[in-house]
């Protein structure tokens, strides 16, 4: 299957990208403003950049109107924690991804607690397991994907089959993961 990213909506694009890159970690980001209201959303569009020095980036995905709370935060207090989405907060994580208005947080839409960062102004999630408090280095522009391939058998009414396509994870060391025990959970509306 052969598919000219000029030929696509942006719904069928997000489908594609969505079911080809995985799996793909959440890094639940905690960011606050100039107010100090906090702002907790996942992003699964996050990955590991360099190790030396260590940096980190997510992509927060433009709203219908205007940028996300997580970015007028960063421009605003360019610090963040990126807190580590284990199975044990994969309920709560869901909970912050709800549509709440801004200033309203999801810290406590969630039912989550926080504890002081050692080093940066917004605080650690208390029921994640590892963080990473983080300076903004730079909000940047990427480059654009302009055709992809896709094996017949793994693409049926533009989306991805992920147990055809058995992705695998890298993990630490040796070790890898695959896709093949999933579960879903309902987004908050």
């Not at 590892?130 to 654009?144: M, P, S």
């Not at 089959?161 to 890898?176: C, E, F, H, I, P």
Request: aromatic content about 6%; charged content about 20%; some cysteine.
């Amino acid at each position: 299957m052969e598919l000219a990213i000029a030929d696509l909506d942006a719904t069928s694009i997000y489908k594609l990208m969505v079911g080809s890159i995985q799996p793909r970690p959440i890094a639940w980001v905690c960011t606050r403003n100039n107010q100090g209201l906090l702002n907790l959303a996942p992003f699964s569009f996050f990955t590991l950049v360099s190790v030396n020095p260590p940096i980190v980036a997510f992509a927060p995905l433009r709203k219908p109107v205007g940028e996300k709370d997580t970015v007028l935060n960063l421009e605003e207090c360019p610090e963040f924690t990126l807190n580590i989405v284990s199975h044990s907060v994969v309920e709560a994580m869901n909970q912050t991804s709800a549509p709440l208005a801004r200033g309203d947080s999801e810290v406590g839409f969630a039912g989550l607690t926080t504890v002081p960062s050692l080093t940066v102004t917004p605080p650690r999630i208390a029921q994640a397991q590892i963080h990473f408090e983080c300076r903004l280095r730079e909000i940047q522009r990427f480059g654009d994907i302009v055709h992809v391939q896709v094996a017949d058998a793994l693409y049926d009414n533009g989306r991805i089959l992920a147990d055809k396509l058995d992705a695998v994870g890298r993990m630490a060391g040796n070790t890898y993961s695959t896709t093949r025990d999933t579960f879903d959970i309902e987004r908050p509306g």
